[in-house]
Every structure is written in structure tokens, then in C-alpha cells.
């Protein structure tokens, strides 16, 4: 059996610049960054602050959103609605779509929430467990609201989850298992003690006086990332399915694969060797070049190891010795979005082969010397028509997958 064409119909975006796609994606292109002060309120909610706080804590949070069932599951609920409207599916369509949606932990200022319940006398509005303690709990909700019957899945990645769902979403229609996917990733990591735990492993960056500043993806002076929160949703749709019907075509998925760095649980081989093969195997699979890719969305942690293996692997798949590639990351502007990082990331890509623009490299100054990659400060107009991306998790997740611009 030929495999099923591919596309994107729909995209939905939730980011600490927005609610929606077209504030999120306008805070992209400004190059501005959405890092700050933050402090927690009483019931653990994130709270932005215009003086430091005792601890110094930072990140890049989403603005005035209903807390519901938890933040996740709010941001997930808010981009899925807006995806859904773009790619025009009714409810018939709609059941007969399945729903691939991902996190990389379960909603920790719930879980907290549920905890406190626990020890207290008075009676309490009742809380579900299973909506606090299951990762699959944003899928099962999505599912559930918008009445999707055509399977339930939820992959779990670490950072690599949101590439992750998509890349399975996309085999559920190459292989015949449905028409339509809604897909995507969310995750809340706006907490003390995740924050405290990322700070104890030295994966966060120094904030300094200027919070906003202290994430430099590929810098020579890089020193760790800022934490952020979001959601994206894309509707994937086998591509004669999308057409018979009219639907709106904005990217042609190509293809996706998965692969895994055994170097350690929070390590990864600083020669990107693992990283470099799931790219190679990739464009083999699919009868492409390494020069038919025009950019590269990265993942981008601003980390020593991280952006170290990225570049060698990308250097070493893509033979770039000589003329760098044209690359963004956007950690610097929204911070890392953990288990909906590589979400947003392929959300912003396919914005950019849509609209011809990459979007700036916020905090980015000045790449060593060896850097297989070009980044800019501005907008980099295209036109963009092939796309690489690609998302490194702890526990040594490894994802990559390849856009294409629909032709006219």
C-alpha cells in the first residue's frame, strides 16, 4: 500500500506572547522576549512581578487564562478550538478524528492542589484523581470535548514529547487508520519545585538583573534556558481527504521519525552521533538531499551540551562545513516550553513556510566558530521550502521531522 499524503489543516497556538496564532506568532517575528520576574500566589498560580523575588525565580508564562481543570488542559482545550475552526471540521468529521496528544509530566499545581484536599476536614469540591495523576488526562479531556472517537493516544517524551505526537499522529494517516488527527502537546512547568529541580541539575540559566536576556541559544555565552509554558494543536489530515473537502492547506508533512541517545538520563553525546543518524535515515526514507532543507527549527535549550551535539549532528547530516544553514530557535524569546516545546516549535515552522519569514533567534549574539548554523536578529524573509526539525529529551529522546511549502 502507498502511504497517505500528509497535510496540515488546522494549527492553534497558546504561548506567554498570546492566547492565539496570531498573537503568538506576531510576538515571534518582534523578537522581543516574554521571560520575566515571576512569583507564586497563594494557591501556586504563577503570578509576573516587576521586582526579583527572594528566590529570583523566572520564566515565561501565559497571560490571563482560566485555570479550569488545570493550566495544561486549559492551553491544550484553548489551541485545539482555534485549530479545529481554521481546518473547518464539523462534528460529523470530528468523530471520526482521532486525538494524539501529549505532556511530559502530569499538572503539578494540580497534583498540589489534590495533595492539600487530602488533609483537610472540611469538604471540598470534589476532584478527579485520574485527571491529576495521569499524563493522559489532556488527551482523554480533548477527546472527550470535542467528541473525537477515531482512537485516543498520548505519548510521553520528556522535551521531545510534542515532535513525538505528531510524528505518530501522522502514521495513524499514512497507514489508513483515520482521515483526521488532531495532535499537539501541553505542558504547565510554572512550579517551585520543578523550577528548584531544574536549577539543582544546572540546566537553568543565571538571570542577572535582566531575566529576559538570559537565554542565548547557540551564543558563545550561553548558559541555560528559561522555563515557559504553552500549548500547540495541529490537524493533520490525509491530504485527498483534506482536498475533496475544501480545507485550508498549510504545510505538507513529509515525514517524521524517532530514534534514542543511550549516553545517560539528563546526557546526551556531545557528538550528536544519534541525532545525525535519525536526520540521515529521514531524507534517505524520503529520496532528499541535504541541501533540498532551506532552515532548521531547533531545539535549542541555550545549554552547553545540548547546543553542542545539535551542531555537530546538524554539520554532520547535513554536510555543512562550509555555507551555514539558516536557523531559529525560540527559547529565547518564550522560554522552554518543555513537553509542548516541540509542538509550538513545528507550529512556528509551518507559520514560517506559510508566510515565507523565519522568525528571529531572540538573545542570540554572536555563534562559535564551528556553528553549522546562521541565525538572525530579524525576520529572515524566504521563501522557506523544505523545512527541518528536530527535539532532543532527557531520557534520550530524540525526534526529527521535515516540512514541505504547499506549491501553488
Same mark, same amino acid.
Given at each position: ?11 492553534? +497556538? ?79 468529521? +470530528? ?24 488533609? /483537610? ?49 501522522? /502514521? ?32 537553568? *540559566? ?33 491530504? /485527498?481527504?483534506?482536498? #475533496? ?63 553542542? *551535539? ?19 530557535? +525560540? ?20 507559520? *514560517? ?26 525576520? #529572515? ?28
Amino acid at each position: 500500500m502507498i502511504p497517505r499524503r500528509v497535510v496540515v489543516t488546522g494549527l492553534g +497556538l497558546v504561548t506567554p506572547f498570546g492566547r492565539n496564532r496570531d498573537d503568538s506568532w506576531q510576538g515571534l517575528l518582534a523578537g522581543q522576549s516574554a521571560i520575566g520576574w515571576l512569583d507564586f500566589d497563594a494557591s501556586g498560580q504563577p503570578q509576573r512581578t516587576e521586582h526579583p523575588p527572594r528566590l529570583q525565580t523566572f520564566g515565561a508564562m501565559v497571560p490571563e487564562i482560566t485555570t479550569g481543570p488545570g493550566r495544561q488542559i486549559a492551553f491544550a482545550c484553548t489551541a485545539a478550538a482555534e485549530a479545529i475552526e481554521q481546518a473547518c471540521l464539523t462534528r460529523p468529521l +470530528l468523530q471520526e478524528t482521532a486525538c494524539v496528544f501529549g505532556t511530559s509530566k502530569i499538572d503539578m499545581q494540580q497534583f498540589d492542589r489534590w495533595s492539600q484536599a487530602l488533609g /483537610e476536614t472540611e469538604p471540598c469540591a470534589p476532584i478527579d484523581p485520574w485527571t491529576i495523576l495521569s499524563a493522559g488526562s489532556i488527551a482523554r479531556h480533548l477527546a472527550a470535548e470535542f467528541e473525537c472517537q477515531a482512537g485516543i493516544l498520548s505519548p510521553v517524551a520528556a522535551c521531545a514529547t510534542g515532535l513525538a505526537s505528531l510524528i505518530r499522529a501522522a /502514521e495513524l494517516i499514512r497507514c489508513g487508520d483515520c482521515s483526521v488527527v488532531l495532535a499537539g502537546s501541553s505542558d504547565a512547568a510554572l512550579h517551585p519545585g520543578l523550577l528548584a529541580s531544574y536549577r539543582r541539575l544546572g540546566v537553568l *540559566a543565571r538571570p542577572g538583573t535582566q531575566p529576559e536576556q538570559c537565554c542565548r541559544p547557540f551564543d558563545r555565552q550561553r548558559q541555560g534556558f528559561a522555563v515557559g509554558e504553552g500549548a500547540a494543536a495541529l490537524v493533520l489530515e490525509d491530504r /485527498e481527504h483534506a482536498e #475533496r473537502r475544501g480545507a485550508p492547506l498549510l504545510a505538507e508533512w513529509i515525514d517524521g521519525g524517532l530514534a534514542s541517545d543511550p549516553s545517560g538520563l539528563t546526557l546526551i553525546d556531545p557528538a550528536g552521533t544519534t541525532l545525525a543518524e535519525c536526520v540521515r535515515r529521514l531524507l534517505r526514507r524520503n529520496d532528499l538531499s541535504p541541501e533540498s532543507i532551506a532552515a532548521v527549527s531547533l531545539h535549542g535549550t541555550a545549554t552547553r551540551l545540548n547546543d553542542q *551535539a545539535e551542531n555537530a549532528a546538524l554539520r554532520t547530516a547535513l554536510a555543512r562545513n562550509q555555507r551555514r544553514l539558516p536557523g531559529f530557535g +525560540l527559547k529565547g524569546g518564550i522560554g522552554h516550553l518543555m513537553g509542548a516545546a516541540g509542538a509550538v516549535e513545528i507550529a512556528a515552522a509551518i507559520l *514560517a513556510l506559510q508566510q515565507g519569514v523565519l522568525p528571529p533567534t531572540v538573545s542570540h549574539q554572536q555563534a562559535e566558530e564551528d556553528c553549522a548554523l546562521e541565525f538572525s536578529s530579524t525576520p #529572515r524573509p524566504g521563501p522557506w521550502d523544505r523545512m527541518l526539525k528536530v527535539s532532543l529529551g532527557f531520557g534520550g529522546h530524540v525526534a526529527a521531522a521535515v516540512l514541505g511549502r504547499i506549491q501553488p
